[in-house]
């Protein structure tokens, strides 16, 4: 049992070091002195970093992705929210067709639905639009709020909402009252890995983009077309780092890891 456990320990590990051997990589390289990206690294500086604040184009790019992510994960909160309450606390025909429906996204390439939705958009002109790009991000958004906030909800105790009734409180305020805050960690949940989602697209992103708009993964994707230098290496290191903070806020306060754990019990 203890030579088991030794095994298991040491391939946990080696997965580990698996996943974030390309973060262990890129971060460092950020760093370098040199001119070029290099790992190790070229002695140690913060130039790279500070470039960047005189290139505006990254900084555009960033506040584009920033903004696109918020109204995208807002969106796919409500919307999601919804649907995962009628479809958790009512019996309706196919449900269960209803429910593969809202979280296909999650199991279809991104390559694919990226040119099913240039296919679609294109004869309503929201292809290459600002609307056309959102409603593509709240698509492939939406399935992680209705797949937390359904987990949220597999352990609801539907009697508390009863008995708030029975006391005589409204629907609405039954919801923000009783409903909201037992869900909210689910809702959370879902809202972080919506605003992750969208904030680092690019598959979808390619085709629902216009030539005047840009995110950040786009206009890094755009770069290295042309040279691999360490500033790509910097912006890298700093999607990595807000990523990562998220994730680590939400895990202190709420237990990100609790609730991924459900969804996969």
């Known amino acids: 049992m203890k030579i088991t456990g030794k095994v298991r320990m040491l391939i946990t590990v080696l ?3 698996y996943i974030l051997l390309p973060l262990l990589v890129i971060i460092p390289a950020s760093f370098t002195r040199a001119s070029f990206p290099s790992f190790p690294p070229q002695g140690f500086s913060f130039q ?6 005189d290139r505006p184009e990254f900084i555009e790019a960033f506040l584009n992705s920033t903004k696109f992510a918020l109204l995208a994960s807002l969106i796919s909160v409500m919307l999601g929210t919804l ?7 009512y019996d309706m025909p196919g449900k269960t ?5 809202l979280t296909a996204p999650l199991t279809v390439p991104q390559l694919v639905l990226g040119v099913a939705l240039l296919i679609y958009f294109t004869p309503m002109l929201l292809a290459g639009t600002s609307t056309g790009f ?3 991000h709240i698509i492939i958004c939406v399935p992680y709020v209705v ?9 609801f105790d539907y009697t508390l909402e009863r008995a708030a009734m029975i006391l005589g409180a409204k629907p609405i305020t ?4 009783v409903t909201l805050p037992l869900i909210r960690p689910a809702i959370l949940s879902g809202a972080l890995f919506s605003f992750l989602t969208s904030f680092d697209n690019v598959t979808v992103s390619l085709f629902m983009v216009s030539p005047g708009m840009r995110t950040l993964p786009l206009e890094v994707f755009s770069q ?28 202190k306060i709420h237990g990100v890891g609790r609730m991924i754990g459900k969804s996969h019990s």
Do not use: C, N
């Open 224 to 251: 290295m077309q042309d040279a691999y230098s360490p500033l790509i290496a910097s912006v890298s290191g700093i999607v990595i780092f807000i990523s990562a903070a998220l994730i680590l806020v939400l895990e």
């Open 174 to 177: 039954v919801f923000w009252k």
């Open 15 to 17: 997965v580990i070091v």
């Open 134 to 136: 959102l409603i593509a």
């Open 147 to 155: 797949r937390f906030v359904i987990t949220g909800l597999s352990g």
């Open 48 to 53: 790279w970093y500070v470039m960047l604040l």
């Open 97 to 101: 067709y209803l429910v593969s429906l």
């Open 83 to 89: 649907a995962a309450l009628a479809l958790a606390k």
